[in-house]
C-alpha cells in the first residue's frame, strides 16, 4: 500500500480543517494542540430577537466546530498511525483495510466488515 499518497491526502485535510476551524475559533493557549471556538459576545443587543440570533448562532457555531474538531483529531490519529507503521489496519480484527475503503476515507480505523 502507497502509504505517502495516503499521508499527503491526510496532510491536506488537516490544513483544511485547521483553515476552516481558524474561521470560527482559536488554538487554545492553556491546552497545547487544543482548540476551542471563539465565543460571540451577547448581552449588548437592545432587541430580545437579536439577544436571540446570537444566542442561535454561536449555538451553531459551536456545533459546527466540534464536528471540526473531532475530523481533525481523527485526521490527526490516522497521521499518528502512519509514523508508527500501524496504518491501514482495522482496529477490531487487525486484517488490512481495503485500499478502497482507505480511498473514500483515509482516516478510517477499521475495515468493511466491521464499519
Known sequence: ???????QRLEGEKTNLESEM?????KNP????DWEPIQSETGAEADLVDQADVVVNRDTTSAIFADLET?????LAALARIEKGTYGVC????AAIEEARLEADPAA??????L
Open 71 to 75: 475530523r481533525y483529531d481523527t485526521v
Open 1 to 7: 500500500m502507497n502509504t505517502e499518497r495516503f499521508k
Open 109 to 114: 480505523t477499521t475495515c468493511i466488515k466491521h
Open 91 to 94: 482496529d477490531v480484527c487487525g
Open 30 to 33: 492553556a491546552v497545547p494542540g
Open 22 to 26: 481558524g474561521d470560527i475559533g482559536r
